[in-house]
């Protein structure tokens, strides 16, 4: 029996999880129960089973989901020339792994997952080890994975990430002048106990089911988080009317007065990016609570987004943008 593809109960809301995670049925240590009680422990509303090229765990985590913590199926792809998350797949679906750059096959992979409504993630694209390099162009994919967890590491952000990060900006620059962007997540990448949630996506979704939180992380309505100890509100305003992470705002003409609210990193510093890149920046108190203003126009910023820093440089969150016209 398969998990419920919706948590009864669970209206329009901000939603916290993790979709890249392994248990005991590929090359994870933990089992299922030990992932499910993991995420409730780190407040995180919903995970996506993600085992390395099977569906073997999917018909095991029924007893593990509830009416607290949705449970998306998924795969690990794990081409010899990069990986990827197949998200929201049926029940039981397998895609094939079994190719390369050269084999010119992943686009009927991709077509395949998208035909049963799924999304596909490019995975830690700057992975150090053989096939973990992300090889393949971006078209196609739905969204990439611009933040991966610990691993071996005690480190939540590293060099792969900001090397991830710095691609996937310069690609959302250029796809913003074309009219369509690829959204960021982050997932952990758990194989050991205490990584999961470490980071994990926040999704404004209009429930807690598969489909809306795939339609919120398709349509970029996402931040990435550290651990659910950070909180973070991002709006952009302009003639009276303001949006929110992930979409649209109509300026026109008129100034832009851009606005973050963060919790749970002291004395870190907030960075709004532009197509410019770090357009302004400011430090947060030692308490780790405080608002960062700013103004801009659309002439200037054809998007904002915000990056959330430790003292020392570590990400604690990172906002998809929204979009100026």
């Excluded at 392994?22 to 409730?40: F, I, K, M, N, Y």
């Excluded at 607290?68 to 792809?77: K, Q, S």
């Excluded at 606005?259 to 770090?278: C, K, L, Q």
């Excluded at 002439?299 to 915000?306: D, T, W």
Aim: aromatic share 8%; net charge negative; hydrophobic share 40%.
């Amino acid at each position: 029996m398969f998990p419920p593809a919706r948590v009864a109960g669970r209206g329009r809301g901000w939603y916290r999880g993790d979709c890249h995670v392994h248990s005991v049925h590929s090359d994870g240590r933990l089992t299922p129960e030990q992932l499910a009680a993991g995420a409730r422990a780190a407040g995180l509303d919903f995970l996506a089973t993600t085992e390395h090229n099977t569906s073997r765990a999917h018909g095991v985590w029924n007893p593990h989901a509830g009416d607290d913590l949705l449970v998306i199926l998924g795969e690990e792809v794990t081409t010899r020339t990069g990986h990827w998350l197949a998200l929201g797949i049926r029940p039981g679906q397998v895609v094939d792994w079994r190719y390369g750059l050269r084999d010119d096959r992943v686009g009927r992979c991709l077509e395949e997952v998208h035909r049963a409504g799924g999304l596909c993630v490019a995975a830690h694209p700057h992975a150090p080890y053989p096939s973990g390099t992300f090889m393949y162009p971006y078209r196609g994919f739905d969204a990439v994975e611009v933040w991966n967890g610990l691993w071996s590491s005690d480190a939540p952000w590293n060099a792969d990430n900001e090397a991830a990060l710095a691609e996937w900006g310069r690609g959302l620059a250029a796809g913003v002048h074309r009219g369509r962007w690829r959204p960021a997540m982050g997932n952990s990448d758990t194989h050991l106990e205490g990584q999961i949630g470490i980071p994990h996506t926040v999704v404004l979704a209009e429930e807690l089911s598969v489909g809306a939180i795939l339609d919120g992380i398709r349509a970029g309505r996402s931040w990435i988080a550290e651990s659910a100890a950070v909180e973070l509100s991002f709006t952009v305003s302009a003639g009276g009317r303001s949006a929110g992470i992930g979409e649209r705002l109509g300026a026109g003409d008129a100034p832009v007065e851009v606005r973050a609210d963060v919790r749970g990193v002291p004395s870190g510093t907030v960075g709004f990016h532009t197509e410019r890149g770090r357009a302004h920046h400011a430090s947060l108190p030692a308490s780790g609570s405080g608002t960062v203003e700013w103004c801009t126009d659309a002439a200037e910023s054809a998007f904002v987004r915000v990056e959330v820093r430790r003292p020392d440089g570590r990400m604690a969150a990172l906002g998809n943008p929204v979009v100026l016209i």
